[in-house]
T-cell receptor
Framework: GAVVSQHPSWVICKSGTSVKIECRSL??????MFWYRQFPKQSLMLMAT?????????EQGVEKDKFLINHASLTLSTLTVTSAHPEDSSFYIC??????????????FGSGTRLTVV | TQLLEQSPQFLSIQEGENLTVYCNSS?????LQWYRQEPGEGPVLLVT?????EVKKLKRLTFQFGDARKDSSLHITAAQPGDTGLYLC????????????FGTGTRLTIIP
């Protein structure tokens, strides 16, 4: 089955620094990947759609200069939280589906990254 | 704005009981997916329903997509402690690499 690997699983960083989170599709190619944010005891909120070889599409209210997304290959998308602040602390999750696989298939999610900004 | 409302938000029942979780929207979706999420993990797909009125069964779990494709339900028979988790419905419009709209979530606890 499709496997999505997310790294790191957790990270603690100082306020003002930047953090990069990787999302890899291990056994399939994905032209599109999605990045979500989840606050404690809440559902997933879509942040942006990552498109291989082109600019990401950000949801309303998400600062594209703060959350930099790069999708340089068909198996890797990265999310960089720039100049992190405590309010950026959250659980970040990516998802993907094999390119060409239709809408009757669900998405595979990474195991998430717990970011804590101190 | 959450377009998919789930109810109940929280549910705690005894092992062996039955339960139903609802996912409602005023919008039409091309497909609807159900996921279960454990603490500290990403959601795991349980099922995808596509056709209005469709019913799918996964062991003790029964999923139904409303005739108008605006709502869905998840019924669990004889709940077990292993069913504990956060259940999320998610709707999609279109059949390409469309983004998902997630429901508000139902946190289920099965008491042994």
């Amino acid at each position: 089955g499709a496997v999505v690997s997310q790294h790191p699983s957790w990270v603690i960083c100082k306020s003002g620094t930047s953090v990069k989170i990787e999302c890899r599709s291990l056994d399939f190619q994905a032209t599109t990947m999605f990045w979500y944010r989840q606050f404690p005891k809440q559902s997933l909120m879509l942040m942006a759609t990552s498109n291989e070889g082109s600019k990401a599409t950000y949801e309303q209210g998400v600062e594209k200069d703060k959350f930099l997304i790069n999708h340089a290959s068909l198996t890797l998308s990265t999310l960089t939280v720039t100049s992190a602040h405590p309010e950026d602390s959250s659980f970040y999750i990516c998802s993907a589906r094999p390119s060409g696989q239709g809408g009757t298939y669900g998405y595979t999610f990474g195991s998430g990254t717990r970011l804590t900004v101190v | 704005t959450q377009l998919l409302e789930q109810s109940p938000q929280f549910l705690s029942i005894q092992e062996g009981e039955n339960l139903t979780v609802y996912c409602n929207s005023s919008s039409v979706f091309s497909s609807l997916q159900w996921y279960r999420q454990e603490p500290g993990e990403g959601p795991v797909l349980l099922v995808t329903v596509v056709t209005g009125g469709e019913v799918k069964k996964l062991k003790r779990l029964t999923f139904q997509f409303g005739d108008a494709r605006k709502d869905s339900s998840l019924h669990i028979t004889a709940a077990q402690p292993g069913d504990t988790g956060l259940y999320l419905c998610a709707g999609a419009r279109g059949f390409g690499n469309e983004k998902l709209t997630f429901g508000t979530g139902t946190r289920l606890t099965i008491i042994p």
